[in-house]
């Protein structure tokens, strides 16, 4: 079973930035494509990012395209997602997933199988 745990939210004004990171436990996370997804109120989740197991394949989501970035360290079982130039549409609780191998995951949320609990990312206009 794999655990994740997000940090790094919080309240930023617009045009601001935040490094969300999400730490993984129980399995080896190199084995693992991860990624950010987001769900604002009344909304459905949104894919924002994936990365696969060696960090050469990622995806955004066209809405962040330009101002987010992910990253991922193996050896310490994080992943990363730098957000610059945040907008109020940002607004919403940030998701770390995971799901075993490279398939083509991408920002589909049913192929991912692990997730965290989430962490609040709150953008003042």
């Known amino acids: 079973q794999l655990q994740l745990v997000e940090s790094g939210g919080g309240l930023v004004q617009a045009g601001g930035s935040l490094t969300l990171s999400c730490a993984a436990s129980g399995l080896r996370v190199d084995v693992v494509t991860l990624a950010w997804f987001r769900q604002a109120p009344g909304k459905e989740r949104e894919g924002v990012a994936s990365?696969?197991?060696?960090?050469?394949?990622?995806y955004y989501a066209d809405s962040v395209k330009g101002r987010f970035n992910i990253s991922r360290d193996n050896s310490k079982k994080r992943t990363f997602l730098q957000m610059n130039s945040l907008k109020p549409e940002d607004t919403a609780r940030y998701y770390c997933?995971?799901?075993?191998?490279?398939?083509?995951?991408?920002?589909?949320?049913?192929?991912?199988?692990?997730w965290g609990q989430g962490t609040q990312v709150t953008v003042s206009s």
């Open positions: 997933a995971a799901d075993l191998g490279d398939y083509g995951q991408a920002l589909v949320a049913a192929k991912y199988h692990f």
């Open positions: 990365i696969s197991t060696a960090g050469g394949i990622i």
